[in-house]
């Protein structure tokens, strides 16, 4: 099977670290008494986008479109309806550490310090290296993500952001082939979200990891990817079109927000989502799933923020 | 305020002396008796008092109370002197009933923390069995909740009658008192831990042996210590009766035995002892659970 090389812009494409192939995923409707009922509940269908390697892919939709329940797909926390996963030319069905995970909720384990929180992936991936071995790689990305001084303390006494930094130093720290971040800025205030993101950016330039990230804010979007993929609204939801982020790196805040690129494709993505939070009443009807009635449709001011 | 009464936080330790002075003091006052006053009795009832031996001459030929026979309930300088008596010869063997008081500390203690330490052994292993398993774990609560509200002591004729020995049955009413919450605790932590753990534990690929001892039994380390300390005060409560109705020699059965000596003060002294070990066990508790626990 050659399906590490998608078939359109063989020539011109990097080579593919992860290929999300045809990927679907329903739950079956539940009675009001949780009982199995009739038909079932479509979250998306037919994703179908592949993640080159070296680069950073950011996806962004509305609560509800199924970017969370993807990316555990993609993870290999929960499995797809159809379609599939496939890294390095291999079908993947099982979480493992050639996907690490940044989780929105940091899961740091709180009986273990910051450096064996880390440290514990750190051996996981090289069962054969030294004591000696396995700490300094360690002490790097600790370093590398400012955590220094901090080593000791246990995640109970830790900000959000500090937190977040030991969750993304745990995942960068063994070398995965795809990076996945699920909101990873989600519990962090406005601030620190700032600094953790010019980190984050410089850990996947130092080294040239591959990241899928998702998010619902927009900015972060633009700051951080390469290219953003756009999800309409679940149910039903479908990946409506990738686009490219060409403005070059290192980028910062302050010359983002003067370049008109950079408020080309802020209102091209605003006006995408605006107007699918428009349609998605229309989209239910047409469903006809009563489970439909349950995604939320978040407001203008939510889609902003 | 000078900076050693903040250090050593005196306030709440001088309180807690003098209320322990305030009910001494009303201890004392309550039990105190009158001198005896000869009053208008007659001749003929004192000789029947005397030679019943409720009251004796002094050394000046007065009549006072005989101080070894005493009524009521002793005051505190009546169980001070038994104290200083029992401390006195605290390792003495006197056959087989009357042994000292550290003798009976030592036979307590060790009966309690074998009961105790064997519950919370299988009591983990199998909380961890059935928490690992949400089927087991539904199918077995409903046996839990029945066994769970048994008192130890309703287990122990059956014991006795099973395993024939008191020393043994001793113990086992220690264990059945300490069994069950922990099983109970245990399994509901094991089942609860948090979902982000298990994923993190599979992304870095653990085995299962790593995968209990890396990340289930320190993630459910809280509610198991949680469970162990009900589990010790239950079984400490336990213990006591255990060894009244079994005649084991300890500290619960030395109240009995000062109530079979009708020495009441006795009574007293092996209740305030009672206290002082548990007040003790729980002490060594605490600080091995320290450290066990974490903060989310």
């Known amino acids: 099977m050659q399906n590490n090389t998608p078939s359109e812009a063989v020539s011109t494409a990097p080579r593919s670290a992860m290929l999300i192939d045809h990927v679907s995923k329903s739950f079956p409707i539940l009675n009001a008494n949780g009982t199995p009922g009739r038909g079932t509940f479509n979250v998306f269908e037919g994703v179908k986008f592949d993640i080159r390697e070296g680069e950073f892919l ?14 555990n797909i993609m993870a290999g926390f929960d499995k797809p309806t159809e379609g599939g996963i496939i890294v390095d030319g291999k079908q993947v069905t099982a979480p493992g550490l050639d996907r690490m995970v940044v989780f929105q909720s940091f899961a740091l384990m709180p009986w273990l310090t910051c450096f064996d929180n880390v440290r514990v992936a750190v051996r996981s991936a090289h069962p054969d290296w030294t004591k000696q071995q396995v700490n300094q790689h360690t002490q790097k990305y600790i370093d590398t993500m400012g955590l220094t001084g901090s080593e000791n303390k246990r995640p109970a006494l830790l900000s959000g952001g500090m937190k977040q930094r030991v969750g993304i130093a745990r995942a960068f720290c063994v070398d995965p082939t795809v990076l996945l971040l699920d909101e990873p800025f989600a519990q962090i205030d406005a601030l620190t979200r700032g600094v953790i993101q010019d980190e984050l950016m410089r850990m996947w330039q130092t080294v040239n990891a591959t990241v899928f990230m998702v998010t619902h804010d927009v900015d972060e979007a633009i700051l951080l990817s390469d290219r953003i993929a756009l999800m309409t609204n679940g149910p039903n939801a479908r990946l409506a079109e990738i686009i490219d982020v060409d403005i070059p790196r290192p980028r910062t805040r302050e010359q983002l927000i003067e370049m008109p690129e950079y408020m080309r494709l802020r209102n091209h993505i605003l006006k995408f989502l605006i107007s699918h939070s428009r349609r998605a009443p229309a989209a239910q009807e047409t469903v006809g799933t009563p489970a439909a009635a349950a995604a939320p449709t978040p407001s203008v001011e939510e889609v902003c923020s | 305020m000078p900076d050693w009464i903040v250090r050593l936080n005196v306030a709440p330790k001088l309180i807690s002396l003098s209320l322990l002075g305030v009910m001494l003091l009303g201890w004392h006052l309550a039990t105190a008796r009158d001198a005896f006053v000869q009053g208008n009795l007659s001749d003929t009832e004192l000789m029947t008092m005397e030679f019943n031996g409720d009251i004796i001459r002094d050394e000046n030929d007065n009549y006072i109370f005989n101080p070894a026979k005493i009524s009521g309930i002793p005051g505190p300088m009546a169980v001070a002197k038994k104290c200083r008596e029992e401390f006195s010869h605290p390792f003495h063997t006197n056959g087989t009933n009357d042994h000292g008081i550290a003798h009976l500390v030592w036979y307590t203690i060790s009966r309690f923390s074998i009961g105790f330490l064997a519950a919370a052994f299988v009591g983990i292993f199998v909380g961890v069995m059935i928490g690992l398993s949400p089927l087991l774990l539904q199918s077995i609560n409903p046996f839990l909740q029945v066994l769970k509200p048994i008192s130890p002591l309703a287990w122990m004729p059956l014991l006795l009658y099973t395993v024939q020995k008191p020393q043994l049955t001793a113990i086992l009413v220690v264990f059945m008192a300490a069994i069950w919450p922990t099983i109970a605790n245990t399994a509901f932590g094991v089942s609860n831990i948090r979902e982000d753990y298990l994923r993190v534990a599979s992304l870095l690929q653990f085995n299962w042996f790593r995968r209990l001892f890396k990340v289930i039994l320190p993630g459910a380390a809280p509610a198991i210590v949680a469970g162990l300390r009900i589990s010790f005060g239950s079984a400490l409560v336990a213990v006591v009766p255990a060894e009244m109705l079994l005649g084991e020699l300890g500290v619960g059965y030395l109240t009995w035995i000062e109530w079979n000596n009708l020495d009441i ?19 060594l508790f605490n600080r091995a659970a320290r450290g066990v626990g974490y903060a989310e």
């Open chain 2, 265 to 283: 003060a006795g009574v007293l002294f092996a209740i305030l002892v009672v206290g002082v070990v548990g007040y003790a066990m729980d002490l």
């Open chain 1, 58 to 71: 950011t996806m962004i939709g509305h609560s509800g479109c199924g970017k969370s329940t993807l990316l």
